[in-house]
């Protein structure tokens, strides 16, 4: 589809309509600005080269999160990837179950970093359907019908995969804090 039937002049246009929304959405699912600074300009190479495929079914924006939400996706395959072949090369094997890369997103206050990053590896470890409504909605603000959308399935499923991945991030809140109590009395003892 050209430019001008989606009422824009020109690319640049597009871009300044859209580059705040999906550096935010790859921050949020990447946590580091760097990273998502790389996505940022990813999607919208992608954006420019697939322009002529976008069909219409659905709103300029959403197709551009959808792009955005995969290749924030491929980058943390990517990560993981390159972490692992680090991790083998220098024989740290024995990383704690579950960590993270560092989180570094400028809005959140450097003490609650660590907690906020504990938070974002166990949502890293949700399935990838749970992970990407959970972002979509509750950190991108998106409706669960423009979610759905995005996912491309139902509202009701939306719901369904939010109500499981709240349930599973509340349980892993409580044996976190489990633990906390049993240290603390552990030292106090």
Known sequence: MSLHRLGYSS???LYQDHVRTVFNLSLNFLG?????????QDVFVSVHRNLDRFEGRSA??????RITMNTALDRIRSLRRKKRSILQKVQLDALPAGAVLEMDHPGVLLED???LTQ???W???LPKAQYKALVLQAMEGLSMKEVAEILQVSPKAVESLLGRAR???KARQEEARDLDRNSV???RT
């Open 11 to 13: 690319f640049e246009q």
């Open 32 to 40: 580091r600005r760097e990273e998502a600074e790389e996505v940022t």
């Open 60 to 65: 300029l924006r959403t197709w551009i999160h």
């Open 113 to 115: 970093r660590e907690a």
């Open 119 to 121: 938070v974002f590896g």
């Open 123 to 125: 949502m890293r470890e």
């Open 167 to 169: 349930a599973t991030l």
């Open 185 to 187: 009395k552990g030292t």
